[in-house]
């Protein structure tokens, strides 16, 4: 790290101490002097006695919160950069971070390299900032300053190209998707005609090509002519095993180079430290090469990407054991009244039939299981003494009961994840006629899915025991959904349940879930 670097003191302000202390040692081992703060007052104390070159604050925090934060940072000194760091994005915050200032908006969890990578970003646009104007008064005559603004268009432009490159490949949510756009993006923004993502491991023979794109255009996998395969897959093998890009120089058959080809890049791609793949990028017509500066780019998007398939891996994980700790809640809260239990997955079976029966989407029909597993999450905030009541509801504990959608959908919300499935779990009770609770909604207004799930409750209330009641009668349940269709329940969601009621897979449900 160059001896600037060394001098750029840092300020980060987060209520979690096990993220000061992380970030401290990280950015303490690269160069840099920190500083940290557990709210915003802390940090306005040390912001007066010390001179800041970039602050990181989180939003929610006790006292004074990052927004605030930056609000007076940028009030007193617009020179300082803010980034704001947040596990719960919303479109509001997004809007007032513009106002105040700031020039950059991470979601947590967020990765120590990306967080450099952003710091660097920043610090960059300062640079160019400050030499811009530094220039636009030092430069005698217009030959010079037409030269001068010309390199620095070339700087913000391979910096708009990286920025690109991170932004892009952040916002991708599947590890196949990320090797489809690393293909796609090579040929965008180098010279390149083609561009092809290879697998490669210790435990692969040979590499395959996973991800193919040529003139711009998304093709199947089949890698490139079938007499230069061989060699470059030599070229991958040995690239992979050296974890050192390859530049070959134009000129068929130079160093290597297919004759069919004019110059070619290889990079490698690491996943935790071990070789995973590698991207190739070729020029095979025409009379422009790729050069350093495109080896440059297709190597920061390799290391990206690489950074990208690892914390989606992680988020995986982490997405699969908290669906467990909060489903383990729905099955405490079923276990203390044993005439509900398996209520909810009773529930999301009935409903991701209707769902299909109504040409729901894939993405759609795992939303409403997600949803219908907690719709009754926010029961584990009623007492006992009220959800277990053998008897009628007094109105004091049935508006009581009407706060667990609410409650439910606080829960939910507070994990910064599963917008839409929030949206179903507040207003599954929801009626078709404005009716229902907790927000009396009517018609359109109600989410599609959450009108589909209210449906499925409903049928799976009536035809279960109750801590109130014994099932009801099947003759019974059928005439009262019947008179509660356009009132209760959205008739598009009535006739497919009637579809799916006729053909017996309602009753294949039930029969299944009580084995």
């Not at 104390?45 to 800041?52: A, G, K, P, T, V």
Request: hydrophobic share 40%; proline share 4%; charged share 25%.
């Amino acid at each position: 790290m160059d001896s600037q670097a060394q001098k750029e003191t840092l300020l980060f302000v987060d209520d979690e101490q096990s993220i000061l202390e992380i970030a401290r040692e990280f950015f303490e081992m690269k160069g840099y002097r920190v500083h940290t703060a557990s709210n915003g007052q802390e940090a306005l104390q040390i912001l007066e006695q010390e001179s800041i070159d970039c602050c990181f604050t989180d939003i929610n925090m006790p006292e004074m919160d990052g927004l605030q934060l930056a609000e007076h940072i940028n009030r007193s000194d617009t020179t300082i950069p803010v980034i704001i760091m947040t596990g719960y994005p919303s479109l509001d915050n997004a809007i007032r971070t513009i106002h105040n200032g700031v020039v950059d908006f991470l979601i947590k969890p967020v990765n120590l390299n990306q967080m450099e990578l952003c710091l660097r970003r920043v610090f960059m646009q300062r640079r160019l900032f400050v030499q811009n104007l530094l220039l636009q008064r030092e430069v005698e005559g217009k030959k010079r300053l037409e030269q001068l603004n010309r390199q620095l268009g070339e700087k913000v432009s391979e910096l708009n190209t990286l920025n690109r490159i991170m932004r892009d490949i952040t916002a991708i949510r599947t590890s196949a998707d990320i090797f489809s756009h690393m293909a796609d993006m090579a040929v965008e923004i180098t010279p390149a005609d083609i561009a092809v993502f290879y697998l490669f491991g210790e435990s692969m023979q040979r590499p395959f090509a996973v991800a193919l794109s040529q003139n711009g255009q998304r093709r199947c996998t089949q890698g490139f002519a079938p007499e230069d395969e061989p060699l470059i897959e030599k070229l991958i093998v040995d690239t992979v095993a050296d974890q050192t890009p390859l530049l070959a120089p134009a000129g068929p058959g130079t160093n290597g180079v297919p004759p069919g080809l004019r110059s070619l890049v290889v990079v490698p791609l690491k996943i935790r430290e071990k070789g995973f793949g590698a991207l190739v990028a070729a020029v095979s017509e025409g009379a422009v090469s790729l050069g350093e500066k495109d080896l440059y780019y297709l190597s920061f998007m390799t290391h990206n990407a690489g950074y990208a398939v690892e914390n989606l891996a992680l988020y995986e994980n982490i997405y699969e054991n908290l669906f467990s700790t909060l489903y383990a809640f729905v099955t405490a809260i079923e276990a203390r009244d044993a005439y509900t239990r398996q209520h909810s997955q009773r529930v999301t079976r009935i409903a991701v039939e209707i769902g299909k029966a109504m040409g729901c989407s894939r993405e759609e029909l795992e939303i409403l299981s997600t949803a219908g597993h907690l719709h009754d999450i926010g029961k584990i905030g009623i007492r006992d003494e009220i959800l277990l009541k053998p008897g009628p509801l007094t109105d004091e504990e049935y508006a009581i009961i009407k706060k667990h959608p609410r409650i439910g959908a606080d829960i939910v919300g507070h994990l910064g994840l599963w917008a839409r499935e929030q949206e179903i779990i507040r207003c599954h009770h929801e009626r078709f006629d404005g009716k229902g609770y907790p927000d009396g909604l009517k018609g359109e207004e109600i989410p599609p899915l959450a009108r589909i799930l209210a449906v499925a409750d409903v049928y799976d209330s009536l035809a279960s025991d109750r801590a109130y009641r014994k099932r009801m009668q099947e003759s019974r349940i059928v005439s009262i959904l019947k008179e509660s269709s356009g009132t209760h329940f959205d008739p598009r969601v009535m006739a497919a349940f009637w579809r799916v009621y006729e053909n017996g897979r309602i009753f294949e449900v039930l029969k299944e879930d009580s084995k």
